[in-house]
């Protein structure tokens, strides 16, 4: 389904000016009036090109994902009408040829890829286009058209070649719930124009509307495949979301609210006889608007998305799935109890497998850092402030074996400078792994960077959480406000600045940055900047 043209190289192209000047005055539309007279191969004799224009087919934006040395994954999904309950899109019960072009410059004149995909109605109309034979390291742009519309264009950019040690900026999030507010986060973070974006779960949250939302959640709980698609279009529509999404490549797993909240490989948060045929329905869904390759496509209630992506020289990204394959939470779940269960060696949060390719990675690693991208607090936290303990079950505190296993491997084995990105828990956190966190003297292992989210729960305060620090010395930041993390990887340092907004109840919230630490290389520890 594809054809090629190359040409010479030149990658002199003006970032800002391309995607996020137009953006800033039109949202998640730029480009659109620029490319849209430009030249493109048509469609004529494609079947079923002969099409009625569409209404703005293209309204969830594109995206791209899984960099690799010379390709990538381009993304779109077909749909004028993208709230639709049916989950169909507003789209026809038909296949359309969708041709896509990717290019070294954003004016498509210098076009080094070209081809056609089918967007199926099986697939919700979906596109999912795996481009080989690009230059390693290097800047691109693309673009899609149906019939005569064209989409708005996208960034991307290939991993560099191996062994390449250029420096990266990264910028990773978590948590966005559409109801509790605005994804100014997602706009801040494209204004970094990071060079790779790490999502670490909850992308989307199954939860109906409530009395308290900032924004209009539709439709009910989902549990039904139109449901799930329903709610990831309408995330889509969001500009800021779509921005963040076309000026970087992004690495995507999931947590749990894709799904359902605090889900357990097979068990439900509540009994319910029909919870495998939601979560096959949910990971259907996720698989068809997220920039990933035919190797995650599901299959019925398994899908492999845990999976790792090479960075030069310079990192291992070890993205990991800890919702698929874990046991069910011990103790009834929950937080603040004791609970010895949560220390049995044969309980697991990865499960065997996916652990067995965790320590694989770690003993073949030649990189200069290895960073697991995860969902959970990985590093243990004695949320109870005093002389009790308390613990969050659904996180790595109530798979102890497991998580000191791994912490073990990171302290132990090839890998030089071990670091963790975790979501999930609202808060901008910062830690120091220990090989074994219940021996405080245990040599260091890593560290550990907890984004807050982007809008789950709300504004925020200025809590400081001052006896949970004290408790947990190995703890060094907190931050009780909405936002994301940036990173900048070199070879002689890790710099990571947590990034927060004051508010994202209303729309347009600056960003600035709370606190800033840097790992050196070859010391895991955490030193703060002023």
């Not at 659109?32 to 293209?58: E, K």
């Not at 690799?68 to 009408?81: F, H, N, S």
């Not at 995909?117 to 795996?130: G, L």
């Not at 999930?424 to 292992?445: G, K, L, N």
Request: charged fraction near 25%.
């Amino acid at each position: 389904m594809s054809d090629s043209t190359t040409s010479g190289p030149d990658n002199s192209v003006g970032r800002r000016s391309v995607l996020l000047g137009g953006a800033a005055a039109v949202g998640g539309a730029a480009l659109t009036s620029t490319i849209a007279g430009s030249a493109y191969a048509d469609v004529r004799g494609l079947p079923g090109a002969g099409v009625g224009r569409l209404r703005d087919p293209f309204s969830l934006g594109v995206a791209s994902g899984d960099p690799l040395p010379t390709g990538v994954v381009l993304w779109t999904r077909l749909a004028p009408e993208p709230t639709a309950a049916d989950g169909k899109g507003g789209m026809p019960n038909r296949p359309y040829p969708v041709r896509w072009e990717i290019s070294e410059d954003e004016r498509f004149a210098r076009p080094v890829r070209r081809g056609w995909e089918w967007a199926r109605p099986e697939e919700a109309h979906s596109v999912h286009v795996e481009v080989d034979g690009l230059r390693p390291g290097t800047e691109y742009f693309y673009r899609f058209r149906v019939g005569n519309d064209v989409s708005p264009a996208g960034r991307t950019r290939t991993a560099p070649p191996p062994g390449h040690m250029g420096d990266l900026t990264l910028c990773f999030a978590s948590c966005s719930h559409f109801g509790d507010g605005y994804f100014t986060a997602y706009r801040r973070m494209a204004e970094d124009e990071p060079g790779l974006i790490l999502h670490l779960g909850d992308y989307q949250y199954e939860y109906p509307a409530s009395d308290h939302d900032v924004r209009k959640v539709l439709g009910p709980e989902t549990r039904t495949l139109a449901n799930y698609r329903q709610r990831h279009a309408q995330y889509k529509t969001d500009e800021d979301l779509q921005l963040a999404h076309s000026v970087a490549p992004w690495l995507v797993v999931w947590d749990d609210h894709e799904t359902e909240n605090n889900w357990a490989d097979e068990v439900p948060e509540q009994p319910d006889p029909d919870f495998l045929d939601r979560r096959a329905a949910a990971f259907r869904a996720y698989y068809e608007n997220m920039p990933l390759r035919r190797s995650s496509r599901p299959r019925g209630i398994d899908m492999r998305l845990y999976r790792r992506i090479r960075w030069g020289g310079l990192a291992n990204f070890h993205m990991l799935d800890t919702r698929q394959y874990r046991d069910d939470q011990a103790c009834g779940d929950g937080y603040g109890i004791s609970c010895e269960d949560r220390f049995d060696p044969n309980r697991s949060i990865t499960g065997e497998q996916q652990e067995r390719w965790i320590m694989n990675g770690f003993r073949n690693t030649r990189a200069r850092w290895d960073v697991l991208g995860q969902q959970v607090f990985f590093s243990k936290l004695d949320l109870d402030s005093g002389p009790g303990e308390g613990y969050n079950m659904d996180a790595w505190d109530g798979y102890v074996a497991n998580r000191d296993r791994i912490a073990h491997g990171m302290a132990n084995s090839n890998v030089r400078n071990g670091v963790v990105f975790t979501g999930d828990v609202h808060r901008h956190w910062a830690a120091e792994i220990r090989d074994s966190h219940d021996h405080p003297d245990s040599p260091p292992a890593g560290t550990e960077f907890i984004t807050t989210s982007v809008t789950s729960g709300g504004d925020g305060s200025e809590d400081a959480q001052r006896g949970v620090l004290d408790d947990n010395p190995h703890v060094k930041f907190y931050k009780d406000r909405r936002g994301y993390v940036r990173t900048r990887f070199s070879a002689d340092e890790l710099r990571v600045d947590y990034r927060t907004l004051d508010y994202v109840t209303e729309p347009g919230a600056p960003a600035r940055t709370a606190a800033t630490f840097v790992v050196d290389d070859g010391e895991p520890k955490l030193h703060q900047r002023n």
